[in-house]
């Protein structure tokens, strides 16, 4: 079993910046990736960003050269840095991670005024 906890949304005016962070914990060396996902209103949850163990990472085409996904060495906290918000970045953001079962977070609102 893993535990997710996020924090770090808020609101923030549009070109601004947020970091959001997830602390894991539990059977923390079964897991294999770890990311991020955002669910909009009325809109399916979709991937933003992830990070495989071995430190290969992958983005959403919307977030490329905007999110920097990153992680401690523990693995115990992951990072989403969003730089140069916009209002279409407004959602729900979730911590994911996989172990072959998929963990969820609670989720962190992330508001973004134009």
């Known amino acids: 079993q893993v535990r997710l906890v996020e924090s770090g949304g808020g609101l923030v005016q549009a070109g601004g910046s947020l970091r959001l962070s997830c602390a894991a914990s539990?059977?923390?060396?079964?897991?294999?990736?770890m990311a991020w996902y955002r669910q909009a209103p009325g809109k399916q949850r979709e991937l933003v960003a992830r990070?495989?163990?071995?430190?290969?990472?992958n983005y959403a085409d919307s977030v490329k050269g905007r999110f920097g996904i990153s992680r401690n060495n523990d693995w115990n906290t992951l990072y989403l840095q969003m730089n140069s918000l916009k209002p279409e970045d407004t959602a729900v953001y979730y911590c994911?991670?996989?172990?072959?079962?998929?963990?969820w977070g609670q989720g962190t609102q992330v508001t973004v005024s134009s």
């Open positions: 994911n991670a996989q172990d072959g079962t998929y963990y």
């Open positions: 539990g059977m923390l060396f079964r897991i294999s990736t």
């Open positions: 990070i495989t163990r071995g430190g290969s990472t």
